[in-house]
């Protein structure tokens, strides 16, 4: 068996990034979370107010993601031979929960004040902090998604979602504020449930993910096909069999096996070992650890004539 890991030297790289932009993301939702919570105190809006509970809680990300992200890039030691990836899904997971609390909550204080008859009019100003939000938001979202791509980065990748779910939510403030400068004074609670549910659905697809990985779900169909490909097409191997493919934190691992001629010298078998995990990084396009076992062809495989 040949197992190989090249991706290690990339890895303090992956860090610096991901360190800087979860940097940044504390720094718009700390902003964010004060304006959204002391404007919508002031205005009376409980969808306002709601949206900043929200940045709030990105802050608690932001901090898990620091934390998992660092952890799950160690090297592998002697507890950990697979290395420590799986923290950054426990940290995916963690912040899914936080996100389907947080959406919850929102719906139930939005839900408790349409019962209420409570109506609100909270005016220009919630629409202009609401306005600031979804931009700031959605920018980091596409700077922060870009990062965890690249990266593989499942916690990143999570935190990413949670900016657009807070920019979501933000615009959905704004219409409930327009709601109410037209008059409709149940527009901000209405508002207010919009942006829970969002964050529900947005919570339960990252618990959802998380859990396929901690059980060690394959990789997609699609890149499964594509690793198929590249060992059905090599003109070296007879045979292969016994593909298993399985994702921890930002990488993905390949194990398989190959029948090849058995005149193949250590050397040339290992080269060709090389070369089939570089073809399957090239039609990914993204790092993968492989462990290849190679074994003789049979003589009807050699001849064509296996069944």
Known sequence: MIYSDKNSDKKPIAQKKIYHITLWG?????????????????????A?????????????????????????????????????GKFETVGAQFIGVVLFIVGVGICRSSITSLIRGEKYFPGLTVVCVAFISVVSKEILFQVT????????????YANAWHHRSDAFSSLAVILGGLAGMAGFGFG???????????????????????FKELS????????????????KNHPEICH???????????????DVHIHVNPQLTVKLSHDLTLEIENNI???????VNTLIHVEPCTPEEINGTAS
Not at 219 to 225: A, L, T, W
């Open 216 to 231: 060690e779900h394959s990789i997609d169909e699609e890149m499964v096909k594509k690793i198929q490909q590249v060992l």
């Open 48 to 84: 306002l107010i709601a949206d900043g509970i929200h940045s709030l809680s990105d802050l608690l990300t932001d901090f898990a993601v620091l934390i998992s992200s660092r952890a799950g890039r160690r090297p592998p030691d002697k507890n950990h031979q697979y290395g420590h």
């Open 188 to 210: 901000d609670q209405i508002a207010g449930m919009v942006v829970g549910v969002m964050i529900i659905l947005v919570a339960v697809k990252l618990i959802i993910d998380g």
């Open 145 to 156: 998604r870009k990062i965890a791509l690249t990266h593989r980065s499942s916690s990143l």
């Open 281 to 287: 990084e090239e039609i990914l396009q993204i790092p």
């Open 26 to 46: 504390i720094l718009v939702n700390a902003l964010l979370s004060l304006i959204k919570v002391t404007a919508g105190s002031v205005v009376n809006s409980v």
């Open 240 to 254: 292969w069999h016994k593909l298993r493919t399985r994702k921890i934190g930002s990488e993905i691992f390949v």
